[in-house]
Every structure is written in structure tokens, then in C-alpha cells.
């Protein structure tokens, strides 16, 4: 099952709420978190609503990469490529995950500890 039901990030997606939105392709979109852990917080997003990574299937392998690779980009979009970020994606209740559409973080502006809470 890689489909999931609407959720906040559908309703960004087809532009019925704001985002501040900062990357777009036809299949992945990434928007600045509204509320941000770090100075650079973005959410990147398949426009495919898979709930998470243990949802995905062989056939979003390509949409797997394409948010990684979007990633990077944005990185380098936003200035981070010098002194680094990361990338996290919390996958279910003991991931932390609170909006069931897959989504990738990217944090950066900051030293960003490990290990996480
Ligand atoms: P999760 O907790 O599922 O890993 O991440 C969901 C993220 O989405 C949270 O960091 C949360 O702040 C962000 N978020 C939730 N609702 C909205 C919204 O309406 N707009 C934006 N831009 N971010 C949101």
C-alpha cells in the first residue's frame, strides 16, 4: 500500500492552505516548516501521497531518489553546502511522525546534535 489518505501536506500540495514554498518538480515539492527546529527547516515531499518509507513500494523507487537529489539541491539553494545539514524522515509513532505523507527534513543553520532525542 503506498497511497495514504489526505493529510495536511495534500492540502499544500494542491495550494488550498500557504506554504512558503522553495523547490517544486513534477514530483516532489518542499515548503519551509511552519514551525522550524532549526534555522533552516524544510519539508520535502513526494507529490505521491505514500505514507512513509515503510510504505513505499519497488514502483516509488524513482521517487525515492528524486526527494534525496531534491535535497541536495535545495541544500545548495539554501547555502548549507559548506558547513552541512541533515536529512531525517520519522516514520511512525516511534519515529515521531505526526503527518502520514512521506516527508524528508532538512535541517541546517545550526550544529544539529546526534544523537537525536
Ligand atoms: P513529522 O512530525 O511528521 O516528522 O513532521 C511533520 C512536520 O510538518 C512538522 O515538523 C510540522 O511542523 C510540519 N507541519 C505540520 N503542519 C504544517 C503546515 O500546515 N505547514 C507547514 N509548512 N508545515 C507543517
Known amino acids: 500500500m503506498s497511497a495514504g489518505g ?7 500540495i494542491r495550494r488550498e492552505i500557504p506554504a512558503t514554498i522553495v523547490y517544486e ?13 532549526a534555522p533552516v527547516h524544510i519539508v520535502v515531499i513526494p507529490k505521491k501521497p505514500v505514507v512513509s518509507v515503510a510504505h513505499a513500494e519497488v514502483e516509488d523507487k ?11 539541491e535545495i541544500a545548495r539553494q539554501e547555502g548549507l553546502d559548506s558547513n552541512g545539514y541533515r536529512i531525517v524522515s520519522n516514520i511512525g509513532r ?10 524528508l527534513h532538512l535541517l541546517g543553520g545550526r550544529h544539529i546534535n546526534w544523537p537525536p532525542g
Do not use: M, W, Y
Not at 525515492?64 to 531534491?70: F, I, Q, R, S, V
Open 6 to 12: 489526505d493529510t495536511i501536506f495534500g492540502k499544500i
Open 25 to 37: 518538480s513534477e514530483t516532489v515539492l518542499a515548503f519551509r516548516d511552519i514551525n522550524p527546529v
Open 62 to 72: 524513482a521517487i525515492l531518489g528524486e526527494l534525496l537529489l531534491a535535497c541536495g
Open 94 to 103: 516511534d519515529g515521531g511522525q505526526t503527518v502520514f505523507h512521506l516527508h
